[in-house]
């Protein structure tokens, strides 16, 4: 396999992509995560909670 210039350029472009993807995909799941813990829980997952608290 010739790993000529254009290859190497495009292949580091590919990796630079996807670790920006990687990275913005991580900051959309923590924000949303911060979002859904900033909500008041029902009844019923406040239940969850608590007996997943106590069972540890």
């Known amino acids: ?3 000529n210039e ?3 350029s495009l292949v580091v472009t590919g990796l ?3 670790l920006l993807q990687i990275w ?3 900051a959309l799941l ?3 995560r911060r979002r ?3 909500e008041p829980l029902s ?5 969850k909670e608590l007996e997943r608290i106590f069972r540890s």
């Open 1 to 3: 396999m010739d790993w």
């Open 6 to 8: 254009a290859t190497i």
């Open 16 to 18: 630079i992509f996807t």
């Open 24 to 26: 913005w995909i991580g």
């Open 30 to 32: 923590r924000r949303n």
């Open 36 to 38: 859904r813990a900033a």
């Open 43 to 47: 009844s019923s997952e406040f239940r």
